[in-house]
């Protein structure tokens, strides 16, 4: 069957879309001649044009996308020969362009497009971040930078890289020690500089496996320690900030809306596994954040496992809510502290809690990648997030699963992490950070050595691949909303072939190395070594005060033999 894409209407019915028929006529993409329905057709010959036509479709729209970037930003025009799309976020457009920039070969550029809508600090924030502390130990540079009207265009040096995903169960050991190594390098230098990356994730680490080569890249939603050397990180506001300037603004100003309100959250922007809704009562673990009444701390009653008793047929579900551990500061509340309520420490949210002014802190980011103390709002962030968005990284090479956590929302999310990290010791280490969550369940904490080894189909007493998980299936995550929230129970891919240790050679790779990005990869991986667990286990360190520092990782002896 012949559907048009993307509406999916069927021209073979006579069914097109009016838009699509515009399209295809302004476009001049040639259809296939509609012909009569037979049901001998070959199924394949089908699908490939389909495919074909799907693949026309996208050409088509990034051909005008190009075009629409001509025309905002001409001088483009002048220096760059764009050639095609290759990255699109919620907040920018990135093409791969040449240019004849200096005497000698074309180079290869990328052009980020930044949607005109971007807050003027946060964009000039970005270019920053770049230019101070890019350019060097595995963090981006910049070349140039283009503006027209509200158009801004970053221009940086072109680094191929590999999909994460495609080449995750293909790495030898040792390639991901290096890899571990590079990105410590890029984050010890950008906390050097006061920078929080705020979305360290494998699609922000770019990887060249060939030439070795990595770059940390996107600061578009970074933020400054209180010492930041990056200046124009002192004007960007966090969500947190904006939404608490908001409501302290709200009763002053009325009928104007801020003009430099900033962009959009950026955690619309999220891997798209997250965009995977699950609905909640289905998930294995349920947390309800609540305040504390009269912002104290209260002696728990009771705490109440909601959802056992609300869904009694789903079994292993833990309940927990966030509350603030401490006094609270009076303005966070919008009605008078003085008013008490009943439904301290039980699974109800009454009205006057509702009429409280909910705690706002920095949560931009990954949802599966988001540490402890963002996911339980935190006030006070420091550098520590990407630390634990390294390990949560460093965990998915261990494992060979991709992405590891998989939550629709922040508290799913934290739900995930007491899986594998306990649910005592989550709840001991917020209160270091003054939180303090209700869990209606105890998970222990898992060995991670153990958990590793499972999921990649390694069994410790035979160290060879004894389980059926191979390369493709790694995108299946480790621990979603649909899976038991024991690891240890996570569902096996079906069998697949084991084709031996090594590189082989394979036809698909995006940097024109020769290695099969889907064969199992064994070199290495018989013989992990206590420290590979250790460093794990200091990276997801559910305490930002003592999780391991960048310059200190590089220093942990999983890198013993490795040079700066
Ligand atoms: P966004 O804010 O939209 O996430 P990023 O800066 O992360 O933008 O870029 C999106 C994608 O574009 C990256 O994941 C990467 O694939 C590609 N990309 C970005 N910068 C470069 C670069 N300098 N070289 C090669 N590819 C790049
Ligand atoms: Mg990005």
């Known amino acids: 069957m012949l559907l048009c894409f993307p509406c999916g209407c069927n021209p073979l019915a006579g069914i097109l879309h009016p838009n699509c028929l515009v399209m295809e006529a302004s476009l001049g993409i040639q259809m296939d001649e509609p012909m009569a329905f037979s049901p001998q057709r070959d199924r394949s010959q089908a699908e490939g044009s389909l495919k074909k036509n799907e693949q026309n479709f996208k050409l088509a729209g990034v051909k005008k996308d190009i075009e629409k970037l001509y025309e905002a930003v001409p001088q483009l025009g002048n220096v760059f020969k764009i050639k095609d799309k290759i990255g699109e976020g919620t907040f920018s457009s990135v093409y791969l362009a040449t240019a004849q920039l200096q005497v000698g070969p074309e180079e290869k550029i990328a052009l980020k497009h930044l949607i005109p809508t971007s807050h003027p600090v946060r964009i000039a924030a970005e270019l920053q971040c770049l230019t101070v502390a890019g350019g060097q130990d595995n963090v981006m540079g910049v070349k140039y930078c283009f503006r ?51 979305d360290v994730k494998p699609s922000n680490f770019l990887y060249n496996r060939r030439l070795k080569k990595y770059a940390l890249v996107d600061f578009g939603l970074a933020q400054g320690t209180h010492d930041t050397k990056i200046e124009l990180l002192k004007f960007v506001q966090s969500e947190a900030q904006q939404e608490r300037c908001s409501q302290n603004k709200s009763h002053i100003i009325t009928g104007n809306k801020i003009p430099l309100s900033g962009p959009v959250p950026k ?34 009653s009771k705490t109440v496992d909601v959802l056992s008793r609300k869904l009694a047929t789903k079994k292993k579900a833990i309940s927990a809510k966030v509350m603030n551990s401490g006094v609270m500061r009076k303005t966070a509340s919008s009605c008078p502290a003085s008013l ?32 402890p103390e963002v996911l339980t709002k935190c006030p006070n962030q420091t550098t520590a997030i990407d630390m634990w968005s390294a ?107 084991y084709s031996g240790n090594s ?24 013989e992990v070594p206590d420290e590979a667990y250790d460093l794990l286990d200091k990276l997801l360190d559910l305490n930002p005060a003592s999780r391991i520092t960048a310059e200190e990782a590089l220093l942990h002896p999983f890198f013993k033999d490795m040079s700066l």
């Open 148 to 198: 027209k009207n509200d158009h801004v265009v970053i221009a940086m040096p072109y680094l191929e890289h590999e999909s994460f995903l495609d080449i995750l169960n293909s790495l030898s050991f040792q390639e991901v020690r290096e890899y571990m190594f590079n990105l410590f390098k890029a984050l010890k230098r950008i906390h050097q500089f006061g920078i929080v990356h705020r």
């Open 267 to 300: 955690e619309l922007d999220q891997q798209s596994t997250t965009k995977a809704s699950v609905k909640r009562p289905y998930t294995n673990a349920q947390i309800q954040i609540k305040q504390g009444k009269d912002g104290k701390l209260m002696k728990q």
């Open 503 to 526: 590189f082989k050679k394979g036809d698909s790779n995006s940097c024109g190395y020769c290695f099969d990005e889907y064969t199992t990869n064994l070199e290495g991986w018989n």
């Open 340 to 371: 008490t309520c009943d439904c301290y420490a039980t699974d109800k949210v009454c009205s006057i809690c509702l009429s409280r002014r909910q705690q706002v802190a920095p949560r931009a980011g990954t949802p599966g990648f988001r540490a």
């Open 391 to 497: 390990g949560v990284i460093f965990l998915s090479l261990l494992s060979g699963r991709y992405p590891f956590y998989k939550a629709s929302d922040d508290l799913t999310a934290l739900a995930q992490i007491m899986t594998i990290r306990g649910s005592r010791e989550t709840i001991q280490a917020a209160k270091t950070f003054g939180k303090s969550i209700l869990c209606s369940k105890e998970v222990p904490a898992q060995d991670l050595r153990k958990l590793c080894e499972r999921l990649r189909g390694m069994d410790s007493n035979t160290p060879k691949l004894t389980s059926d998980i191979q390369g493709p299936a790694s995108h299946q995550p480790a621990v979603s909303e649909k899976t038991d929230h024991k690891a240890s129970r996570l569902t096996q891919t079906p069998p697949g072939q």
